[in-house]
């Protein structure tokens, strides 16, 4: 993920919105042949920081090195874009964000929240006539091999547990859990919530065909969409043939970043998800994990 934030930062200097880029990865080997664009690059975040006056800060190392990291760079001022989850312990998670100035803009990688598929998925769930949505159903399976230091929980269904509670318009806290199979390489969980919500969530490496999609339904109407093709299609009861709904082609980190660079105006400080949100699934993980 680091190179695709990389590549991502590029394009946005070479369109003027950043001035300078410096990559720092403790692997030397890592920094061979960086792009051009790439102002400076080191082996030691200390030295970065004491080095380099900067405005923000991407973490996209391993899980367990997150808060270390984002709290070193958040007593200087920095604002941080660290990649999910936050942490990868309940209290650790706590007490960061209950150190966390004030001032600091954090986001958190959740980037499918950046999707424009998922952003008129929410604009229709927000309306103030949306009929009640209360079917979620998440699939992500890749053929791809589980990297290494990745779990099924943590890596994939973790998206799944943060737009759950956005599309069902229910806290995370109020599901339980009626079904939760985890293997090495995959996770299939069913939840219910206070409302009447349903929720499917089932994600896999190795698996024999790609498959990114989310289904929101209920009361007979259906949003259905593609994440990997981009493609949304939505049906509604009494209407014979289903509508394709004409969605953005900018790529959702590319709109996260555009997101957090815009947010370099705010001097109050923000957190994306909230705190709630965020120690709601630090709290799950710790439950289920």
């Known amino acids: 993920w680091g190179r695709r934030h990389l590549a991502t930062l590029l394009q946005l200097k070479a369109e003027g919105r950043i001035s300078n880029l410096y990559v720092c990865d403790i692997d030397p080997d890592q920094l061979q042949l960086l792009p051009e664009g790439v102002n400076g690059f080191f082996t030691s975040l ?42 990868t312990d309940y209290d650790e998670t706590i007490a960061f964000l209950d150190a966390l100035p004030a001032t600091i803009n954090l986001t958190v990688g959740y980037l499918l929240r950046h999707h424009s598929g998922i952003m008129v998925m929410r604009g229709h769930v927000l309306a103030e006539d949306a009929k009640p949505l209360n079917q979620f159903l998440y699939k992500r399976r890749t053929k791809r091999s589980r ?29 339980s859990v009626s079904v939760l199979t985890i293997t090495r390489d995959s ?63 900018e790529q959702p980190l590319y709109q996260e970043w555009r997101y957090l660079l815009a947010s370099l105006k705010n001097t109050s400080g923000f957190l994306l998800p909230t705190r709630n949100e965020l120690l709601a699934q630090a709290l799950w993980l710790a439950n289920h994990r």
């Open 46 to 87: 200390t030295n970065m920081l004491e080095e380099v006056s900067m405005d923000i800060l991407a973490i996209a190392t391993p899980p367990e090195t997150h808060i270390s990291l984002a709290t070193q760079a958040s007593k200087m001022g920095i604002h941080l874009l660290v990649e999910k989850p936050l942490g």
């Open 187 to 249: 996770a299939y969980i069913e939840m219910e919530g206070e409302g009447g919500q349903h929720a499917i969530i089932d994600v896999a490496w190795g698996a024999q065909e790609e498959v990114r999609q989310l289904i929101l339904s209920g009361g007979g109407e259906e949003l259905q969409l593609d994440f990997g093709t981009n493609n949304l299609v939505h049906r509604q009861p009494g209407i014979q043939h289903a509508a394709a709904v004409v969605l953005g082609n």
């Open 147 to 175: 990297p290494r230091g990745a779990t099924p929980l943590e890596t994939l269904a973790i998206h799944a547990l943060d737009l759950c509670p956005l599309l069902l318009k229910s806290p995370l806290a109020a599901f």
